[in-house]
């Protein structure tokens, strides 16, 4: 099968909304920390511990060149990449996408987004909950069973943003902490007292603690926004099932009267 240009394009922008969609880390890479860029994918140039440099291949179905000529590369967090260090085979090594993704925005100063998992697993759902709606499926035991999944992982996603909530209080916490050793000194015993009741060392670069505050606070807001569009949507499904409801009662109800005639 030979497609033309525009299905081409109609074919590779789904296959970019289905990465964009289907990932759990986004990061932008700068085209520096690009060694080569072939058909299978990106080698980027990385650092892994002390004196340890190589290359890790980001394969191209995860790799989305920007016009600027930085990439953005959409990964999970349990992918497997291959270290490669040319000049020390014995420290190759497998890494999973989690510790790729942390050092590459270590190096680079970019921000990890992290896409809350809440937001795919609570995707499904609706997905599920839209076709039997549309299919006008309101009843039954299989509309049950979907409600109640659907309500328990709400009532999940409204736990997990709180948590949420904590972690940012908590780095919050840090930051102020950090900043008043750094700014006053001589008075900076209650706050080297915390940094040891929370287990941190007091070297701790303030701005890895920012970074991770600004990670958070994305992710954050990310799930918030799908969280309140989803309960909108929610209450007009509602609507609509009370609709159908009532509509069906009053075909029953004129039938049963024409009958009595």
Do not use: C
């Not at 100063?109 to 795919?120: A, F």
């Not at 609570?122 to 309500?151: A, C, P, S, W």
């Not at 209650?190 to 940094?195: A, E, G, Y």
Request: charge should be negative.
């Amino acid at each position: 099968m030979v497609y033309d240009v525009s299905e081409i394009k109609e074919r590779y922008q789904e296959e970019r909304a289905q990465a964009d969609n289907d990932f759990e880390l986004k990061l932008e890479v700068a085209s520096w920390q690009v060694e080569q860029e072939s058909s299978h994918g990106i080698y980027l140039q990385m650092d892994y511990g002390a004196l340890n440099s190589g290359t890790v291949l980001i394969p191209s179905h995860k790799v989305d060149k920007q016009e600027d000529g930085n990439y953005i590369i959409y990964i999970k967090e349990r992918d497997y990449f291959y270290f490669l260090n040319p000049d020390q085979s014995e420290k190759n090594r497998y890494m999973m996408g989690k510790t790729l993704a942390r050092q590459l925005a270590k190096q680079n100063g970019e921000v990890l987004v992290t896409k809350n998992p809440h937001i795919s697993s609570m995707r499904e759902l609706i997905k599920e909950y839209n076709f039997l709606v549309e299919h006008h499926v309101t009843d039954g035991e299989q509309f049950q069973n979907l409600e109640e999944r659907f309500n328990n992982k709400i009532e999940e996603t409204h736990q997990e943003l709180q948590t949420l909530d904590e972690r940012l209080a908590y780095y919050h916490k840090v930051e102020g902490a950090l900043l008043a050793i750094a700014q006053t000194p001589e008075n900076s015993l209650p706050s080297m007292q915390l940094l040891d009741e929370l287990g941190l060392p007091k070297d701790i670069a303030i701005s890895d603690i920012r970074q991770t505050i600004q990670q958070f606070e994305i992710e954050k807001d990310a799930l918030q926004e799908f969280f309140d569009d989803t309960l909108k949507t929610y209450t007009t499904y509602q609507e609509m099932k009370e609709q159908i409801k009532s509509r069906e009662v009053n075909i029953h109800k004129q039938e049963t009267e024409e009958k009595s005639l």
